[in-house]
């Protein structure tokens, strides 16, 4: 009795055109995930920058008191605008039912991505 070894061309061929769809899948989805960590990266950026100014909000108040929050000119560089990023911060009164010791923080940003923090501090 003759026994092959080996593969038919057909068995081959089959082989490579499911390796072929394979590799396809592969490629399509490698190429989205590329495509969307540069928006990934963006938010990122966007959302350290956000927390960078906050922070800094912050620090002035612990250092400079509740009421220089509102008389702040000396905004540093990363607070106003960084590598293509507009970042607007908005500092208001807020009223806690009767008690108007309140201020809110707004930190938006936007540009290649966007984050927005906001916060709520006190004078006491």
């Not at 061929?13 to 490698?30: Q, T």
Request: aromatic share 10%; glycine share 8%; charged share 10%.
């Amino acid at each position: 009795m003759k026994t092959n070894h080996g593969f038919t061309f057909i068995e081959l061929l089959i082989f490579i055109i499911v390796l072929g769809v394979i590799a396809a899948a592969l490629a399509i989805s490698h190429g989205t995930l590329f495509r969307s960590s540069a928006i990934i990266n963006s938010q990122i950026g966007a959302s350290k920058m956000a927390a960078l100014c906050m922070d800094w909000y912050l620090g002035q108040r612990a250092i400079n008191g509740f009421a220089s929050i509102d008389t702040i000119t000396n905004v540093p560089n990363f607070c106003s605008a960084s590598n293509g990023y507009r970042i607007v911060t908005i500092v208001s009164q807020y009223t806690l039912g009767d008690d108007p010791n309140y201020k809110t923080i707004v930190v938006n940003v936007q540009g290649r991505g966007h984050a927005k923090l906001t916060t709520i501090i006190s004078s006491y």
